[in-house]
């Protein structure tokens, strides 16, 4: 069977030569994509191949548009640099180039002078064709070999070897059993159905099984089989159930594994463990495995890996040169990326050429990497209640990992009573909806977050329970714009009347739960969204909001001293939506900060005081100067605030030279109409680089040539 070499990359045709010599060559030195070099001590015999040794084994890759009177050039030179000489080692060219025996009699004429030099072999091409026909092992370790040949499987031509793929083998081959985990998208399932596809190049059968039923139904002892028990079959959806049903059979199906029956199971790791846990409990079993020698993380992909991944689906997409360009202009941004996952990069290719600009271009790389998938969407609907509850609570927290007792709690604010006990259902969406560490729980993906909160959104009753019942972070997504993949999305909740009601009903007690600076926050949430808001037939409804939250605010803070930015946020607010209400009274805030005497010695904690001060001045200035005067400013503290100026510049106030500057500015403004000149350098953190100055380039990084030296294969 012909396979075509030159669709793999140098990447991939060089670890088929490491596959080659396994055990043979030492030393392996370069790269494949220039000369890559082995050493071969004794006698030498692969396939039509036989040389004594000691051998210098030589590996050139040679891209298809290189030219053919060319080809013998590039492999003379890649010989000539190793120590190859009529008197020294022998040398065996490896390439991916079909020779014909003309061309190699030519090979070994221009490196020894003699067309029949028996010291000199190459195994070209054709050769290393026959030679994978030969071996199922090769095609098993490097299962890319089977996606170019025709015909080839829609996987094979874009399946990657990755390192948890050969680790998934290594299990598979010492104890006929191996569990594939990880997050969403990210080749489990992949991985378990390429291994059945390189067992079936080899004559073995292979089953897919929904349950373990099937299993037991297609078990033949005489025969070489594969089961692959993917959670997701045919649907693509999560179950939370369909995992502890193989966990529950483990102790009956591991017996029955051995060098000729191999079960892929692609799970969470809990299952994984409470289904070994059982094993080991019964008698006779103790001999088989524990997690962490069947269970392999599918997420695991490096560079290199991730670079392969692209190349491939980029190379089956048969794109036309301009969507190659664009391809190898992005390529570092998408290996690089976060988000990366090979179901997203087969997204990204196919919609990639379709750009028009790079600003176009790097739009459908951002969507592409962040955006849900039709998959999560489809494993999202098929949770119950009590799961869809516990992730909506997750709606309700702050970005990145959060404790899990404050999702409990969320849980409980959310659903009274309506749910299970949150561990128990965390557990059960672990590792494909979130993830659990050290006592914190975050999504697994940010795409998942979308899911929820797109579900949430066509969801009248539970939209409406939440917005009545969720905190600050709750109300920050419900007044959210600019949200979602595309940047399009607008307060989602708010979708109609009812809805606006339910979150001015949640004003009330939830003023009366936050700390002052919580008030702060919602209204700085609040603001956002009147400077946000697109939609005109929102305003009436927002207006209502604002000038509730606003009346809170004040009567929270009646005779209370308030942080200054929390009057500031009021002010913001409500001249963002006027008429405003009547304000809060700030003459306990004043009448706190004021200060009273040039603070001495340089007192942090009144330096801070006489800043927050000056701070309430310039808010009430902006925005209620008749009640400067009824507070005595600047009248009896002029002279004061002159002298603290002075002392600033003459340099006897002590204190941090930022923090001063600002302090002398804002008494420059605010009392002496005027600024002097500062005699207090900025911090050097502070300092500006000259408008327009260029920022220094960074240095090309080793990661970066890689993936160009990768993607070169893409042409």
Not at 477 to 486: H, Y
């Amino acid at each position: 069977m012909v396979y075509d070499l030159a669709r793999l990359g140098w990447l991939q045709f060089q670890r088929l030569c490491d596959l080659l010599l396994a055990g043979d060559a030492t030393g392996w030195t370069g790269d494949a994509d220039h000369r890559r070099e082995g050493f071969v001590e004794e006698r030498l015999t692969l396939g039509e191949v036989a040389l004594d040794g000691p051998v210098v084994v030589v590996a050139r890759f040679v891209r298809r548009e290189v030219a053919s009177d060319h080809v013998l050039d590039r492999l003379v030179d890649a010989a000539t640099r190793s120590s190859s000489t009529t008197a020294g080692p022998s040398v065996l060219v490896v390439t991916n180039a079909a020779l014909s025996e003309e061309g190699r009699r030519t090979l070994r004429e221009r490196l020894t002078g003699d067309p029949e030099g028996r010291r000199v072999d190459v195994l070209d091409g054709r050769r290393l064709c026959r030679l994978i026909d030969e071996r199922p092992g090769l095609r098993r370790a490097l299962p890319s070999l089977l996606g170019v040949r025709e015909p080839a499987d829609p996987l094979a031509r874009v399946f990657v070897a990755t390192g948890a793929y050969a680790a998934t083998l290594a299990a598979l081959e010492r104890h006929g059993f191996a569990v594939l985990t990880g997050r969403p998208e990210m080749g489990k399932t992949a991985i378990a159905r390429m291994v059945a596809l390189a067992q079936a190049s080899g004559g073995w059968a292979v089953h897919e099984c929904l349950e373990p039923a099937a299993l037991w139904r297609a078990y033949d002892p005489g025969a070489a089989q594969v089961f692959v028990a993917d959670d997701a079959f045919g649907s693509t959806e999560y179950r939370p159930d369909g995992a502890e049903r193989w966990a529950r059979e483990l102790p009956d199906i591991l017996p029955r594994l051995d060098e000729r029956h191999w079960l892929v199971w692609t799970s969470r790791p809990a299952p994984l463990r409470a289904g070994l846990a059982r094993v080991r409990r019964q008698e006779g079993l103790e001999r088989f495995p524990l997690p962490g020698e069947v269970g392999v993380d599918a997420g695991a992909l490096g560079a290199d890996e991730r670079a392969l991944i692209l190349l491939r689906h980029a190379q089956a997409a048969d794109l036309l040169p301009s969507g190659r360009r664009l391809v190898r202009r992005h390529a570092l941004t998408l290996v690089e990326h976060p988000h990366f996952t090979p179901e997203r990069i087969r997204r990204l290719v196919a919609e990639l050429p379709h750009a028009r600009g790079d600003a176009a271009a790097a739009a459908i790389v951002r969507a592409a990497l962040s955006a849900p998938t039709d998959a999560m969407r489809a494993s999202f609907q098929a949770l119950g209640a009590e799961h869809r509850a516990l992730l909506q609570a997750m709606l309700d927290q702050p970005p990145g990992p959060v404790p899990e007792r404050a999702l409990a709690t969320g849980l409980r604010a959310l659903r009274p009573g309506a749910h299970g006990d949150p561990h128990a259902l965390l557990a059960s969406l672990g590792e494909h909806f979130v993830r659990t560490h050290h006592g914190r729980v975050e999504w697994i993906h940010p795409g998942w977050r979308d899911v929820v909160i797109d579900d949430l959104a066509q969801r009248a009753e539970e939209r409406r329970a939440f917005l009545r019942a969720c905190g600050l972070d709750g109300v920050a997504l419900a007044l959210s714009t600019g949200g979602g993949a595309t940047g399009q999305r607008e307060m989602p909740l708010l979708r109609s009347d009812a809805d606006w009601d339910a979150l001015g009903d949640r004003l009330g007690p939830l003023v009366r739960e936050l700390d002052d600076a919580g008030v702060g926050r919602l209204l700085e949430l609040l603001l956002d969204a009147a400077e946000q808001l697109s939609r005109p037939g929102q305003l009436a409804e927002l207006r209502a909001l604002v000038d509730r939250a606003l009346r809170l605010a004040t009567r929270r803070w009646s005779g209370r001293v308030v942080p200054v930015d929390g009057l500031a946020a009021w002010w913001r607010l409500a001249r963002a939506m006027p008429p405003p209400p009547a304000p809060p009274n700030p003459a306990p805030t004043w009448a706190e900060l004021e200060p009273v005497a040039v603070p001495e010695g340089g007192d942090q904690q009144e330096l801070d005081r006489l800043e927050a001060w000056l701070t309430l001045v310039a808010v009430l200035a902006q925005h209620d100067p008749r009640a400067l005067p009824a507070l005595g400013f600047p009248g009896r503290r002029r002279a004061l605030l002159e002298e603290i100026a002075d002392r600033i510049v003459a340099e006897p106030l002590r204190g941090p030279p930022a923090q001063l500057e600002r302090i002398r500015r804002a008494i420059g403004e605010l009392v002496q109409g005027r600024h002097r000149s500062s005699a207090l350098p900025l911090e050097p953190w502070e300092e500006l680089a000259p408008s327009g100055a260029p920022a220094p380039a960074p240095a090309a990084s080793d990661v970066a040539g890689r993936v160009e030296r990768i993607l070169a294969d893409l042409g």
